[in-house]
């Protein structure tokens, strides 16, 4: 389903998009250092860089994929569980 009408998605490019869209959850670790552990902002400052994480990511594999909008939906929520599962690791 997700290899594409042309088949072009393959895992080893589905992996590297998801590998190269998680900078933003690296940032954000580097940002956890300085702010404090549990309070709001911290949690805020999450949600913002998932969200970006997840729409970068939903965006390149849906182009690489040629699915237009058709499995977008399925491609964000897959790519928002594995974001919010790494942001989980940062911030606990």
């Known amino acids: ?33 300085f702010v ?8 805020v400052i999450t949600g913002v860089f998932v969200l970006w994480s997840t729409r970068v990511c939903t965006r390149l594999v849906g182009e690489l994929a040629n699915c237009g909008d058709e499995h977008r939906g399925l491609i964000t929520y897959a790519c928002f569980l594995i974001y919010t599962l790494f942001s989980m690791l940062v911030i606990f």
């Not at 997700?2 to 590297?16: E, I, R, T």
């Not at 404090?36 to 949690?43: L, S």
């Open 36 to 43: 404090p552990q549990g309070g709001t902002a911290i949690m």
């Open 1 to 33: 389903m997700l290899a594409g009408k042309n088949g072009n998605l393959d895992m080893y490019k589905c992996l590297s998009l998801i590998g190269y869209c998680m900078l933003p959850i690296v940032m954000l670790s580097a940002i956890s250092l």
